[in-house]
């Protein structure tokens, strides 16, 4: 009963963790997409800025796309942990069914706050996996909407797009 206690309450520290991390990756992507927004209004109303104002886009967009695909493996990875926790819980309440069964792992009480403590985990993460996939919508949303050739067009010259092509590919190679 202890063992099942200590694993129970480490299932529920590492899943706290991970909603919190979730909820914070997801906090960050809203934020980027946000000054992402700002920046492409900005962008598309002031050729002031040119080239400078691109390259800036051009980094920012990099981040927000950067973020989309960690929010969107984790929001993955919840689902994938979420199935595992469902089916443990409805594995649990069959063998609560077939009380008959002679070949028990663990007592009914064990077995009742171990049922109880899923499904509290998987009302937690329904929660924070609504969150994380509104927040991926709307950024996908966005990227249809923001994804066009209406930021190329400050590009007026072929020195511009060499420049712009070696930011980019300078920017890509430092991330990785």
Avoid: C
């Amino acid at each position: 009963m202890h063992k099942l206690l200590a694993l129970n309450q480490r299932q529920k520290m590492v899943l706290q963790r991970k909603t919190e991390e979730a909820n914070t990756a997801t906090k960050k992507l809203k934020e980027l997409l946000e000054s992402r927004k700002t920046s492409s209004l900005e962008t598309s109303g002031h050729n002031a800025h040119g080239i400078q104002a691109l390259m800036q886009a051009i980094e920012l967009e990099l981040e927000v796309t950067v973020k989309i695909n960690e929010v969107r493996s984790e929001y993955e990875r919840q689902i994938e942990e979420r199935a595992m926790m469902a089916k443990e819980r409805t594995k649990l309440i069959e063998e609560q069914r077939n009380l008959s069964d002679s070949s028990e792992i663990m007592s009914p009480g064990a077995r009742n706050s171990r049922i109880f403590a899923l499904e509290n985990m998987l009302a937690t993460s329904s929660s924070t996996m609504l969150s994380m996939a509104s927040q991926l919508s709307e950024a996908e949303e966005r990227e249809r909407g923001f994804n066009g050739r209406g930021r190329w067009n400050q590009v007026r010259s072929l020195t511009d797009a060499k420049i712009l092509m070696n930011h980019l590919f300078n920017l890509a190679s430092s991330s990785s």
